[in-house]
């Protein structure tokens, strides 16, 4: 793989509204939780009891979520075996990290970790808590399966996820989702005690009932987890068009379909990487990302 010029740019951002996103996010969270906490004091459940549920909820729902945010760089590179580029040893790993600070410059972040791993699918991924402390990989498959162009779509694609602040809206969204399960399957809990059992059912019932209703409920909170990740798929498809052009990530989705290995990314980070589901039917809906075919669609539209 030839090594590529730098291209000087303008210093300025290609893509952006990270903050803009993160505030109306973290706003909507505030006004439903007070609003849900307005309706149940209505409703009759105890303020001062539904403030404490609420806060132990939001505690644990968010916890979780923002650890494995702040360790997403190291479980990445431990579940994949990547190696991180400490000083380019070869023209191809020197062209991979020029490609990728230009690109980084582009999108107005700072260059993040730039790592290999060892795999013979084509793939890719970025995580990290901070968008000027990330980690973008890349699969030896993809090197040598893609062309230059391809490949530096790819590239773009996961910068554009960087970005976009896409790792830290991902957590939010999915602590929020825990907290409203953890808070509703508590007082759906308490309700079904004492109508069914006259407050006679036990702390074992009750809390059977409890991790009942948490399982029921995460199953349908990570639909909307999987279809704001689907989303933001095709928002880094359009953004690696700004960066590199349409062309490029159409070739490089293409690319994809004509793969026949299997996606063997771990559980840690694949909902970042670049290959598609396979799902079908029902399953769609639980899939991080939306069928290549979609994807060129909406870049050729």
Same mark, same amino acid.
């Given at each position: ?7 000087? %740019? ?5 893509i ?10 973290i ?8 609003l ?10 105890n ?19 923002? =650890?494995?945010?702040l ?22 790993e ?5 490609? =990728? ?6 999108a107005?972040? /700072?260059?993040?970790d ?36 391809? =490949? ?5 694609? /996961?910068?554009?996820?960087v ?11 999915? %602590? ?10 508590? @007082?759906?809990?308490?309700?079904? @005690?004492?109508?069914l ?10 809390f ?12 349908? %909170? ?30 490089a989705?293409?690319?994809?379909? !004509? ?6 990314l ?7 990487? @670049? ?5 079908t %039917? =029902? ?8 069928p290549? /075919?979609?994807? @060129?669609?909406?870049? !050729?539209?």
């Open positions: 793989m030839d090594t590529k010029e730098l291209d000087a %740019g303008n210093g300025g951002s290609k952006g509204g990270f903050g803009s996103r993160m505030a109306l996010l706003g909507t969270n505030i006004a439903v939780i007070a849900f906490t307005v309706v149940a004091s209505i409703l009759g459940v303020p001062q009891g539904l403030v404490g549920l609420t806060i132990f909820s939001a505690l644990f729902g968010f916890g979780g979520a923002f =650890v494995s945010l360790l997403s760089k190291k479980m990445a590179l431990r579940a994949t075996g990547a190696v991180v580029i400490e000083h380019p040893s070869n023209d191809a020197r062209w991979l990290v020029d490609m =990728v600070t230009r690109l980084s410059r582009e107005g972040i /700072e260059t993040p730039i790592a290999i791993f060892n795999s013979p699918s084509p793939n890719a991924f970025a995580t990290g808590a901070k968008r000027n402390d990330a980690l973008v990989a890349v699969s030896l498959g993809l090197l040598e399966t893609m062309t230059a162009d391809e =490949v530096e779509a790819v590239i773009a694609h /996961e910068i554009a996820h970005a976009n602040g896409d790792m830290v809206t991902m957590t939010l969204l999915q %602590g929020v989702i825990n907290t409203f399960v953890i808070l509703i399957a508590r @007082i759906l809990a308490n309700v079904i @005690i004492s109508v059992f006259r407050d006679r059912g036990g702390r074992f019932v009750y059977g009932i409890v991790m009942a209703l948490q399982v029921l409920l995460g199953f349908f %909170g990570s639909m909307i987890v999987m279809w704001f990740s689907r989303r933001r798929e095709f928002r880094a498809d359009r953004d690696s068009g700004t960066l590199t052009s349409n062309a490029s990530m159409i070739s989705l293409q690319a994809l379909q !004509r793969q026949h290995t299997d996606d063997v771990p559980d840690e980070v694949a909902a970042f990487g @670049i290959r598609a589901s396979k799902a %039917g =029902v399953r769609k809906l639980f899939a991080s990302h939306p290549l /075919e979609d994807r @060129i669609a909406a870049l !050729r539209g």
